[in-house]
């Protein structure tokens, strides 16, 4: 059947086809026309070759992009590739999004451009244009690629993750397309990295690159759809966080906004600013599942303990160590001040040996009182002619033309659990120097267990990965603390 001159032309224009001729399920499971919100039209019309989405939940950009590559492969002849963070989300998408789309088209559409091979999570159009959706991509070249809630993928499959940059990133050349959408997911990992240097050039205004990536933030309060028609009193501290939100971001909220958040984060806890972040940094100020000290930092953040400390330098400082000599070796820097700590450095490196570290404490020029280690001190790797590394570290090194020595404390010996609830407890007394400790912050906040992908839970047993060595060393530094104070001794166990 020939199609109206007057549709013939409207289907030249790319926006009026996607807004008129594909039908998607709304949150009530009802049948209706897809139509672009305010939020999916500023990305559709601000597109650029390389683009990151930063979002609160439930903005349906998955559903746009669904509809954006179906509609490509349709009418421009592309090939499309979808990547889900699990396998089964991947076969929801490609049944309730893709093919629910492509099964409600007029049957000309159809019959003019017919599909194939729709069993297996891919849609092959007789033109040559193709949709696959799945857990990964390689091989092959792309015209647009999607990648939904890659935060959670670097979180829980670091190895997927980096087969997608590695595998699926290439496949796509540089004046094609690729999304990365997510909810953010700790302070690590490629989507933290990308998001982070992508709103740094948003904020300097840099042009971009074809392989720089558009930042795109999406917050709830952007969505009308997020508010509440109720009469609540708010507590004290939402108050004075929505008051902090306008004197800081010009962010104003009406009443039913404010009164939508509290109910929201009745129900979602510790997890609301990393699903419905106010602004970007808030995304990331939420420990990723499975994070073992998640309550504590969303304590420290509420109660602006990381940031700038006070300057006391005539305090001495204490060192933590989590020792190695291949792998890495990662040091705390600590005061006592009263009942609380100010925790204001970090230093990291690895492939060095003692005399390394050593020089890095001494450079530093603060004035040391104790330094702990874990009981691997008495092991002998750092050591020539017999001695362990604790005898080598209180021989010292000539370092810049003096002799250098440290004194190591040996941390008692408690379980990896046990050490886990001392850092617990210690957390809420301490305080941050945001930027020196910047990197060691990350660490502890994406210390976490172990996910099990057979069984789709956590172990019960901490994943050994970048930020162990500095959690492993902040937890030496509780469990000395957490001994001293209970009256324990402070001189090295006998090993």
């Known amino acids: 059947m020939a199609l109206p001159a007057a549709l013939k032309i409207a289907l030249r224009d790319r926006l009026w086809r996607l807004n008129n001729l594909y039908f998607i399920t709304d949150k009530r499971g009802k049948r209706v026309k897809f139509k672009m919100t305010p939020e999916q039209l500023e990305y559709y019309e601000g597109i650029h070759t390389r683009n990151i989405i930063l979002k609160a939940r439930q903005l349906g950009f998955t559903t746009e992009v669904c509809i954006i590559q179906l509609d490509a492969a349709l009418f421009e002849s592309a090939k499309c590739a979808l990547i889900a963070h699990t396998l089964n989300d991947a076969k929801r998408l490609f049944r309730e999004k893709v093919k629910f789309a492509y099964d409600n088209l007029p049957n000309e559409f159809k019959l003019a451009n017919p599909a194939s091979n729709d069993a297996s999570g891919e849609l092959v159009f007789k033109n040559g244009g193709s949709i696959y959706i799945s857990t990964s991509f390689r091989g092959g070249t792309l015209r647009y690629l999607h990648i939904s809630e890659f935060g959670k993928i670097c979180a829980k499959f670091p190895?997927?993750?980096?087969?997608?940059?590695?595998?699926?990133?290439?496949?796509?050349?540089?004046?094609?397309?690729?999304?990365?959408?997510?909810?953010?997911?700790?302070?690590?990992?490629?989507?933290?990295?990308?998001?982070?240097?992508?709103?740094?050039?948003?904020?300097?205004?840099?042009?971009?690159?074809?392989?720089?990536?558009?930042f795109f933030f999406f917050s709830w309060w952007k969505n009308p759809l997020y508010s509440l028609q109720s009469v609540v009193n708010l507590p004290d501290r939402l108050i004075q966080y929505f008051a902090d939100l306008k004197a800081k971001h010009g962010i104003e909220l009406t009443p039913e906004q404010k009164a939508w958040y509290h109910a929201k984060e009745k129900t979602l806890g510790d997890d609301m600013k990393r699903e419905y972040p106010s602004i970007p940094a808030e995304a990331f100020q939420q420990s990723v599942e499975g994070a073992y000290y998640a309550k504590q930092f969303r304590f420290l953040y509420e109660n602006k303990r990381i940031g700038d400390i006070p300057n006391n330098a005539h305090q001495p400082v204490m060192t933590f160590w989590d020792i190695g000599v291949g792998d890495s070796t990662a040091i705390w820097f600590v005061r006592q001040i009263g009942e609380q700590f100010h925790v204001i450095d970090y230093y990291e490196n690895s492939g060095e040996g003692l005399r390394h570290y050593m020089k890095a404490l001494k450079d530093r020029g603060y004035s040391y009182s104790e330094h702990w280690a874990p009981h691997d001190i008495e092991n002998r790797e750092f050591g020539t002619d017999g001695k362990t590394r604790k005898e080598t570290a209180r021989n010292g090194y000539e370092i810049d033309g003096s002799k250098y020595s440290i004194n190591f404390n040996v941390v008692p010996r408690l379980s990896i659990d046990?050490?886990?609830?001392?850092?617990?407890?210690?957390?809420?007394?301490?305080?941050?120097?945001?930027?020196?400790?910047?990197?060691?912050?990350?660490?502890?906040?994406?210390?976490?267990?172990?996910?099990?992908?057979?069984?789709?839970?956590?172990?019960?047993?901490?994943?050994?990965?970048?930020?162990?060595?500095?959690?492993?060393?902040?937890?030496?530094?509780?469990?000395?603390?957490q001994n001293k104070r209970k009256g324990g001794s402070t001189a090295p166990l006998r090993i």
């Not at 990308?194 to 558009?214: H, I, M, P, Q, T």
Request: net charge negative; charged share 35%; with cysteine.
């Open 159 to 214: 190895d997927k993750a980096r087969e997608i940059v590695t595998g699926a990133f290439e496949a796509v050349s540089d004046e094609c397309f690729i999304t990365i959408e997510s909810t953010a997911e700790g302070r690590a990992g490629y989507f933290f990295e990308y998001c982070s240097d992508a709103e740094k050039r948003s904020l300097l205004g840099s042009v971009l690159s074809a392989l720089d990536w558009k």
């Open 418 to 481: 046990e050490g886990i609830e001392a850092v617990r407890e210690v957390l809420p007394k301490c305080c941050f120097d945001e930027t020196k400790c910047e990197d060691g912050i990350n660490a502890l906040e994406n210390y976490r267990k172990e996910w099990d992908d057979k069984r789709g839970c956590w172990k019960d047993k901490p994943l050994h990965d970048w930020s162990s060595h500095g959690s492993d060393s902040f937890r030496y530094f509780a469990v000395a603390k």
